[in-house]
């Protein structure tokens, strides 16, 4: 019988990192996003198939930082989405970063991130960054330097 500590520790460790490939290159729908923190419960209390047990606290409070008094257990909902902030991160900043290239010249030919219409026909690497835009929006900030990206008329 594995402890409260050793089941947080094994979610952590495990469960909540197995997602993470998929989770950084496309946005995962919400119900899976809910039927990974059911499993998450259920665990972390000890259910079973033939015994579901008492959950002794909020899953809210069990997902709050160790330091707020929770088990410091991500929320995959907003794991997805900050592994999403960080590949549109890259996309904008990197230089020569892997992939950034063949991006911006399939979707970003004449335009920018912030102004491309979310209507388009897109990958599901391409939907899931748009999805951040208004996460890096909050963060980001442009710089004009020597002015020979600016267009006068549209910026």
Same mark, same amino acid.
Not at 60 to 81: A, D, F, H, S, Y
Not at 116 to 139: D, E, F, N, Y
């Given at each position: 019988?594995?402890?409260?500590a050793?089941? @947080?520790?094994?979610?952590?460790s495990?469960?909540? @990192?197995?997602?993470a490939?998929?989770m950084? @290159?496309?946005?995962?729908?919400?119900?899976? *996003?809910?039927?990974?923190?059911?499993?998450?419960?259920?665990?972390l209390?000890?259910?079973?198939i $033939?015994?579901?047990?008492?959950?002794?606290?909020?899953?809210e409070l069990?997902?709050?930082?160790?330091?707020?008094?929770?088990?410091?257990?991500?929320?995959?909902?907003?794991?997805?989405?900050?592994?999403?902030a %960080?590949?549109?991160?890259?996309?904008? *900043? $990197? &230089?020569? #970063?892997?992939?950034?290239d063949?991006?911006?010249?399939?979707y970003?030919?004449t335009?920018?991130l912030?102004?491309w219409? %979310?209507r388009?026909? #897109?990958?599901?690497?391409?939907?899931?960054i748009?999805?951040?835009?208004?996460?890096?929006?909050?963060?980001?900030?442009? &710089?004009i330097?020597n002015?020979?990206?600016?267009?006068?008329?549209?910026?």
């Amino acid at each position: 019988m594995l402890s409260l500590a050793s089941r @947080t520790t094994l979610i952590q460790s495990v469960s909540s @990192t197995l997602p993470a490939y998929t989770m950084q @290159t496309m946005d995962v729908p919400m119900k899976v *996003c809910n039927d990974i923190h059911r499993l998450h419960r259920n665990f972390l209390w000890g259910d079973t198939i $033939e015994k579901r047990k008492v959950h002794l606290v909020n899953w809210e409070l069990v997902c709050q930082l160790k330091k707020m008094g929770g088990l410091g257990i991500r929320k995959t909902r907003n794991q997805n989405l900050a592994l999403l902030a %960080k590949l549109s991160w890259k996309l904008i *900043c $990197e &230089e020569g #970063a892997l992939g950034k290239d063949v991006l911006k010249k399939k979707y970003l030919k004449t335009t920018s991130l912030n102004k491309w219409p %979310k209507r388009r026909p #897109a990958s599901h690497v391409w939907r899931g960054i748009l999805k951040t835009r208004s996460t890096l929006g909050k963060g980001v900030k442009w &710089e004009i330097g020597n002015g020979k990206n600016v267009d006068l008329w549209s910026d």
